[in-house]
């Protein structure tokens, strides 16, 4: 099969790199290379930032009303929901992630629009009761200006909406720079963007490795950056945002909680923990990766787990009756498999998977089984640092309050789930435990009216619903003097 070639979108147009170099996609699913894509320089960057900040300051957008702003993000909802199934596929060649996930998942990308177009054009000030007599006082949001959304490589379209949608509806331009293992998808969604008529410059993506990623961050005219990937490269962000104040919304890492008390109905927590930590191959910041599990049910539990996580079909992620697809990319595959040589020498025991599977027909992938093991405790490295697969680390714990405990010994805090039939217990924990998502009897729910964002080192800031917008802009006070009554400060008796 030919490869593809693509280009960078700048100012409305699409062009090479500025000196021409490119990169390619491989296809994680048959190691072969499909796709070429232009590696953007420190002049590319330069370039679409430029037409960003002109969109924003001087072109049409500049001048949008909110009536607009919401239009056009409905005519791009309209195009998504008649693009969804190549925007699908697309992902699925990408990173491996399986077709009846990810074809669900572009479908639900026009929801986002439809939302924020009606945020555009909702009222979000404030009317202010002050104590100063004969004056008015109000708040006003305006957008912040030129923001860098850098998106990863689990969900590069989901988690790209959920940064472009408030962007655009709170009236800023951007610059997107997507994972170099999935730029694709990304620029054949661009198109979209073109078509739905957006003006020149508003939206600019640009390609390539780390260092233009590095380009775009430390850009002096780049007014925030929303990024969503590892707490390591997060923290990078934030101490060069830091050096001239930009503004920052960081989604990062987990090491999340899935805690089954010996209430819990069985089957339907095994069904849950088995989606927390398996669907997209684990390869979710929300995973739930660390199972806490009561002694009084613990055995019982890693069983039934083992023997599920063994019955997983491995296969094509294309295939609408796979039911685990592969590792995103080479350097993610290793990862795993590293870590999971790390569990057998911490004393941790493999209960299920733990290897590449034997299936002559999936030799080519990047495949990883199922992996599950027991007898975990909290100080291994199994359970403290985040590995991005399909691997569960099943602890034990007493009662309450060692589950929160373990729970919440961790840098991390971006969500937790529950299981539990008492609803008193299902309260108690949703308040003690240190996460910005708790799920009661189920996991991995999101939806864009939901803020979503984590605690300590799993991030800044929220994504989704209303709070989403304000992470797009400033809050301005306005004070009125409707009584004309200002005297002379330094001559009282005037």
């Known amino acids: 099969m030919p490869i593809e070639s693509f280009s960078i979108l700048i100012d409305g147009q699409w062009r090479a790199s500025a000196d021409g170099s490119t990169f390619r996609c491989t296809s994680p699913f048959d190691g072969e290379d499909w796709a070429e894509v232009p590696t953007a320089t420190a002049d590319d960057v330069d370039a679409a930032v430029a037409a960003a900040r002109r969109a924003f300051e001087e072109g049409p957008w500049s001048s949008a009303t909110p009536l607009a702003r919401a239009g056009l993000l409905r005519r791009l909802g309209d195009l998504i929901t008649q693009s969804a199934a190549e925007l699908a596929t697309v992902q699925v060649r990408e990173n491996g992630k399986l077709i009846r996930e990810v074809a669900d998942q572009a479908k639900a990308l026009a929801n986002h629009c439809y939302f924020f177009a009606g945020v555009a054009e909702s009222p979000i000030g404030e009317t202010l009761a002050t104590s100063v007599p004969n004056m008015q006082a109000f708040t006003m949001r305006e957008p912040i200006g030129v923001v860098a959304l850098i998106t990863p490589w689990n969900s590069p379209l989901m988690l790209l909406m959920a940064k472009l949608a408030p962007a655009l509806a709170a009236g800023c331009t951007v610059v997107v720079k997507p994972s170099e293992v999935t730029p694709v998808s990304t620029l054949v969604f661009a198109r979209l963007i073109k078509e739905a008529g957006f003006p020149d410059g508003v939206v600019n993506v640009v390609t390539g490795s780390g260092e233009t990623g590095a380009a775009l961050v430390a850009h002096p005219s780049v007014d925030k950056i929303s990024f969503t990937g590892s707490t390591a490269v997060g923290k990078q962000i934030a ?256």
């Open 239 to 494: 101490a060069t945002a830091a050096s001239r104040l930009a503004r920052v919304s960081l989604e990062l890492g987990g090491k999340s909680p899935n805690i089954v008390f010996p209430d819990a109905d069985l089957d339907n927590a095994v069904n849950g923990v088995m989606a927390g930590i398996f669907a997209a191959t684990g390869q979710t910041c929300m995973a739930g990766s660390r199972v806490l599990v009561h002694d009084d049910i613990y055995d019982d539990f890693a069983k039934a787990l083992a023997t599920r996580a063994s019955q997983i079909r491995l296969g094509d992620p294309s295939d609408p009756a796979s039911e685990m697809g592969t590792v995103a990319c080479r350097a993610q595959y290793d990862k795993v498999l590293r870590y999971i040589d790390i569990a057998k020498a911490e004393g941790a025991v493999l209960a299920a998977g733990g290897k590449r599977p034997d299936d002559p027909a999936l030799e080519k992938g990047l495949f990883v089984e199922p992996t599950v093991f027991t007898e975990v405790t909290n100080d291994m490295r199994i359970a403290r640092e985040e590995v991005f697969g399909p691997v569960a680390s099943l602890i034990r714990f007493r009662d309450e309050d060692d589950a929160i405990r373990i729970a919440n010994d961790t840098s991390f805090g971006l969500a937790a789930g529950v299981w539990t039939r008492d609803i008193a217990l299902a309260h108690r924990m949703i308040k003690r435990l240190r996460a910005g998502t708790v799920w009661i009897n189920n996991y991995r729910k999101v939806n864009y009216v939901a803020p979503f964002g984590g605690f300590k080192e799993s991030g800044i800031g929220r994504e989704n619903g209303m709070h989403a917008v304000n992470e797009y802009t400033e809050v301005k006070s306005a004070w009125i003097d409707t009584g004309n009554t200002i005297k002379d400060p330094f001559n009282p008796r005037a």
